[in-house]
């Protein structure tokens, strides 16, 4: 996803006490960034952050990183935070109190900024990661550029250098879906659930709710089903 250049975004995140800049150091110790110690799962990739935002207020037993690599995405990642969280009216409106203090009631979620193609440089086998969110990741339709997928099986061998669980992933694009699949067998994964068609299976997350991402309730309107997997390691 592109966006525009939001100049407001890096000084904003350097002053939230739930964004990390510097994700290098936590390697191996990332539950020391947590105030309580509890399984971490992690967002590859979180956009404007509207899915973790809702995942990590509902599930307040569970410690959350979410990544991606542009200031700009982050930045509004955190005001949605913000607003589910009632710090902010909207993403658009003035924060209710201005006071660092108020952001501290997200005690469970942790923004970062990393290209995620190097994530174990970050995230290492002592984190005990239990569960990876993959959710409408760009699908690199060019051949030369499949490596640079998520889903990659460049990309798998590194989760599983600190992955102890399962992976939640989900797409639009059916070129993806089943070339995915293919990385995960290829890569040792055991698939546990597959969908081709979300909104039909109430129940397809384990018994957890979906929790709609901003693209895909775009493509939803547009009358595109959504595939699913949930994988294990």
């Given at each position: 996803m592109r966006m525009k250049f939001k100049p407001w975004a890096r000084e904003e995140l350097e002053t939230s006490p739930f964004y990390i800049d510097n994700p290098q150091d936590y390697k191996n110790k990332w539950k020391t960034a947590f105030e309580k110690e509890q399984d971490i799962h992690i967002e590859l990739g979180c956009g404007k952050g509207n899915f973790i935002a809702k995942l990590s207020k509902q599930n307040q037993n569970i410690n959350y990183i979410a990544i991606d690599l542009i200031d700009a995405m982050l930045g509004m990642t955190k005001r949605n935070v913000e607003a589910e969280y009632g710090i902010r009216k909207s993403t658009d409106a003035e924060?209710?109190?201005?006071?660092?203090?108020?952001?501290?009631v997200v005690k469970n979620l942790k923004l970062t900024r990393y290209d995620i193609s190097r994530i174990s440089d970050i995230i290492g086998k002592e984190d005990k990661i239990k569960r990876i969110y993959i959710n409408f990741c760009n699908p690199w339709p060019r051949g030369k550029h499949h490596k640079k997928r998520l889903t990659s099986e460049r990309q798998l061998e590194q989760y599983k250098k600190f992955l102890q669980g399962e992976i939640f992933f989900k797409t639009d694009d059916d070129n993806l879906f089943e070339d995915s699949i293919k990385y995960f067998e290829r890569s040792g994964f055991k698939i546990e659930k597959i969908t081709y068609d979300l909104a039909n299976e109430n129940?397809?997350?384990?018994?957890?709710?979906n929790i709609e991402t901003e693209h895909e309730k775009m493509f939803k309107d547009k009358g595109i089903k959504i595939k699913a997997l949930i994988v294990e390691k």
């Open positions: 924060i209710i109190e201005d006071e660092i203090e108020k952001q501290k129940l397809f997350w384990n018994g957890e709710e």
